[in-house]
């Protein structure tokens, strides 16, 4: 078993604190700011942030169309994102490691099927899958965290998959089956033990795709809902005042854009460290 030596740069350290730092603040969003989200006050509407001509130190990064100060609603809708993102990765990551064990484990009609399943789904674009569920099904925030799941499982699927097949030939796997291990031994001990590196690396990477998802249905309209918030239905909100209120749209923008860029870097350099044919290469 290759013993691991995980070395954090510090630029990788930076990362990691920085995303847990955000994580852990909008998740106290409540706590922190207990606001009803559907509360207005037009007499204050479209109050710049405090940093520009016009803005009051009360509301600092101003307030929307709908007189709602601005910053709070940028951590709950950072909250929700992240929730919904976190979500659908551990659903796409149960059905896929599910799928994908008894596909590699089991030959035969079993095999076939979910490869065939795996197939057509990869074949169709996973946003347009998500829209006609959330059309069919409703544009809830659970509801959507297990569409979004739903669409990204064959990956997961078809990563365990080969995981599985190739350990299925190995040595130690032929030793522990001739010494009597039970099948469900086998699965605990050996297959999801091995699987678990390239895993962690798939499921951190995906996340990323997962946030952009979410942001490109709640702009769409039919994703989370108001007075509800996500950082997707802000920029959308925010579109139509680019001209005189910019940050309205710009500010939850670079939100994405920076948990995006973050998880993915923290993911490649996951990679790096835990599959060896990039480590060596």
Known sequence: ????????????????ITFLLITLLTMLSPLLFPIDLGTTNLSARMIPPSFIEGGTPQNFLGTDHLGRDFMI?????TKNSLLVAFGSMLIATLIGTVMGVLAGLYKGPLDTIVSFLTD???????IIIAIVCASVFGTGKWILVLIIGLTGY??????????????????FMECSRALGASKMRILFEHVFINISSPLI????????????????????GIGIQPPDVSLGLMVSAGRNYLINSWWLSIVPSLII????????????WLRDQLDPKYKNS
């Open 1 to 16: 078993m290759r013993t691991l030596n995980l070395r954090i740069p510090p630029f990788i350290m930076v990362l990691i």
């Open 73 to 77: 609603r940028l951590f709950y809708g």
């Open 120 to 126: 057509v789904k990869l074949s169709v674009p996973s």
């Open 154 to 171: 064959p990956t997961f699927t078809r990563l365990v998959r080969g995981q599985t097949i190739q350990l299925k030939e190995a040595n």
């Open 201 to 220: 690396v798939h499921a951190t990477m995906r996340f990323s795709s997962f946030i952009l998802l979410e942001s490109s249905l709640s702009f769409l």
């Open 257 to 268: 854009i920076v948990i995006v860029l973050q998880v993915s870097l923290i993911g490649d």
